[in-house]
């Protein structure tokens, strides 16, 4: 004879919930999804894969295409390109010499230099 503890008998319960939940909600839901249409509807032609693709594929694409051109466009016409008129990243508010204006450690318990690695 074996034990069933509490805990066990929970997960049981919720499992035994969460299946029925999903078979009762499954059943009630696809009724709508498989009744014909209405009388005074007209019954639309079936569609082709090829059309389904054009309407999920190729005009969302040719959308970002288009809005990328048009965001481009101010940079391109200034002659700047597609990186915006420099070669390497830059560096917001920080030297504009690079990293040379830096401050560089000056001892044991400088503050300068990067990440102490202490709390």
């Not at 390109?81 to 204006?101: F, M, N, S, Y």
């Amino acid at each position: 004879m074996t034990y069933v503890t509490t805990p066990l008998q929970t997960r049981v319960r919720r499992t035994v919930v969460t299946v029925g939940s999903f078979v009762a909600a499954t059943a009630v839901l696809t009724g709508p999804a498989l009744a014909d249409v209405p009388e005074g509807w007209s019954d639309p032609a079936e569609m082709s894969w090829g059309h389904l693709l054009v309407l999920i594929v190729a005009i969302p694409v040719a959308l970002a295409i288009v809005i990328s051109l048009l965001a481009a466009l101010p940079g391109l016409v200034k002659g700047e390109g597609i990186t915006g008129g420099h070669a390497g990243g830059q560096w917001l508010g920080g030297p504009r010499k690079g990293t040379a204006e830096l401050a560089a450690p000056d001892s044991e318990t400088s503050e300068a230099g990067g990440a102490s690695a202490r709390w």
